[in-house]
């Protein structure tokens, strides 16, 4: 059994047990979340499409941690110009665990 939600603005194909990292949630490490914007549910031949929405339909999960991504460099240059500009970036992420899909 799987289903597509919309996580702080973004759609993940989740199951239950799955480990998924997203965009910082305000909630704290160990609080359980639950997602209300589900647009798909699939089990097995079964398939429910929402409207955009499947109305009643909710996906739960834990918080375990709040991490920062890995780094990402972000380089610009013209040449012969002398322009050259280094920034970095590190993206702030919740780490869930998926621990039910309901209907």
């Not at 996580?7 to 305000?26: D, M, N, P, T």
């Not at 991504?69 to 500009?85: C, H, N, S, T, W």
Request: no cysteine.
């Amino acid at each position: 059994m799987y289903a597509i939600v919309n996580i702080a603005g973004q759609q993940f194909k989740v199951e239950e047990g799955q480990k998924l990292y997203v965009h910082r949630l305000s909630a704290d490490s160990g609080s359980k979340v639950s997602f209300d914007e589900v647009l798909l549910v699939a089990n097995g031949d079964n398939v429910q499409i929402g409207k955009p929405t499947l109305s009643g339909a909710s996906v739960e999960a834990t918080v375990v941690d709040h991490l920062k991504d890995d780094k990402v460099i972000v380089f610009k240059k013209k040449r012969r110009k002398g322009y050259r500009r280094k920034k970095g970036h590190r993206q702030y992420l919740s780490e869930l665990v998926i621990e039910k899909i309901s209907v």
